[in-house]
């Protein structure tokens, strides 16, 4: 993409209650390496990227950079932001940076992504930075394939709920970075809180389109998709594409 600028802000600064145990989730170590540093990785291997934007919890940060990031030594310069009070205020935090380091948010994409996702493809990056670049915003989905029960506060079902045009969002999501800038000025502007980054497109009236994701794109949430990630990397190991 000659002339465009490619940024992903990998976002590390929540606490994985639901992991539990005492290690947050994004420094669980996963075949000797922390997860966080296998998703900076599969980005700083891609090649395309200018410099990766981490978004931490503040007092991390220092042990952050001297402990995990310089030992690695990425190709990419990354840059270690503090984290807010929310995940849409610490995604603020990587984008104003992102604009602090560029000179023309115009010919520049984000890539928003959970730094519990370490399994990212390449193809995919490649796919969503091509459909942003042309559109304004693109994410990864997947469709729902169980079937959908609008449930009451009782517990009682109150009906089926149509899930042709229902799909699971995944990340990175793909943006302009002048666009989601706006976006997101727009949200604090009119007290709007979104699921995720392309709701706060969403909100602002931007369109955002969608290509498929990756089955194996998992976010690391729960100690079973701790043990589907080991899977899915013994699979890598061994070359077996399934």
Same mark, same amino acid.
């Given at each position: 993409?000659?002339?465009?600028?490619?940024?992903?802000?990998?976002?590390?600064?929540?606490?994985?209650?639901?992991?539990?145990?005492? !290690?947050?989730?994004?420094?669980?170590?996963?075949?000797?390496?922390?997860?966080?540093?296998?998703?900076?990785?599969?980005?700083?291997?891609?090649?395309?990227?200018?410099?990766?934007?981490?978004?931490?919890?503040?007092?991390?940060?220092?042990?952050?950079?001297?402990?995990?990031?310089?030992?690695? =030594?990425? +190709?990419?310069?990354?840059?270690?932001?503090?984290?807010?009070?929310?995940? #849409?205020?610490?995604?603020?935090?990587? !984008? /104003?940076?992102?604009?602090?380091?560029?000179?023309?948010?115009?010919?520049?994409?984000?890539?928003?992504?959970?730094?519990?996702?370490?399994?990212?493809?390449?193809?995919?990056?490649?796919?969503?930075? =091509?459909?942003?670049?042309?559109? *304004?915003?693109? !994410?990864?989905?997947?469709?729902?394939?169980?079937?959908?029960? =609008?449930?009451?506060?009782?517990?009682?079902?109150?009906? +089926?709920? /149509?899930?042709?045009?229902?799909?699971?969002? =995944?990340?990175? #999501?793909?943006?302009?970075?002048?666009?989601?800038?706006?976006?997101?000025?727009?949200?604090?502007?009119?007290?709007?809180? *979104?699921? /995720?980054?392309?709701?706060?497109?969403?909100?602002?009236?931007?369109?955002?389109?969608?290509?498929?994701?990756?089955?194996?794109?998992?976010?690391?949430?729960?100690?079973?998709?701790?043990?589907?990630?080991?899977?899915?990397?013994?699979?890598?190991?061994?070359?077996?594409?399934?």
């Amino acid at each position: 993409m000659t002339g465009i600028q490619c940024i992903p802000i990998v976002m590390a600064a929540g606490q994985g209650t639901r992991m539990g145990g005492q !290690i947050q989730k994004q420094y669980l170590v996963l075949d000797k390496q922390p997860v966080l540093i296998r998703t900076l990785d599969q980005f700083d291997r891609h090649g395309g990227m200018d410099r990766i934007i981490l978004v931490i919890p503040e007092k991390d940060v220092d042990v952050c950079r001297t402990q995990m990031i310089a030992p690695r =030594q990425f +190709t990419c310069h990354v840059h270690l932001v503090a984290g807010g009070k929310n995940r #849409q205020t610490s995604v603020q935090n990587g !984008i /104003d940076m992102a604009m602090a380091l560029v000179r023309d948010p115009y010919r520049c994409l984000v890539l928003i992504h959970d730094g519990v996702r370490p399994f990212v493809p390449h193809y995919l990056m490649d796919q969503l930075m =091509q459909n942003a670049l042309e559109t *304004g915003g693109c !994410i990864p989905v997947l469709p729902v394939t169980d079937t959908l029960k =609008q449930v009451d506060i009782r517990g009682q079902i109150v009906k +089926t709920v /149509d899930r042709s045009q229902m799909f699971r969002a =995944q990340t990175p #999501q793909v943006f302009r970075l002048d666009l989601i800038s706006q976006a997101m000025n727009h949200a604090v502007e009119t007290g709007f809180e *979104g699921t /995720d980054d392309a709701s706060v497109m969403e909100h602002a009236g931007f369109k955002v389109e969608t290509i498929p994701g990756d089955p194996a794109n998992i976010k690391l949430t729960t100690p079973h998709d701790l043990l589907l990630a080991r899977h899915i990397l013994a699979l890598q190991k061994s070359g077996d594409p399934s």
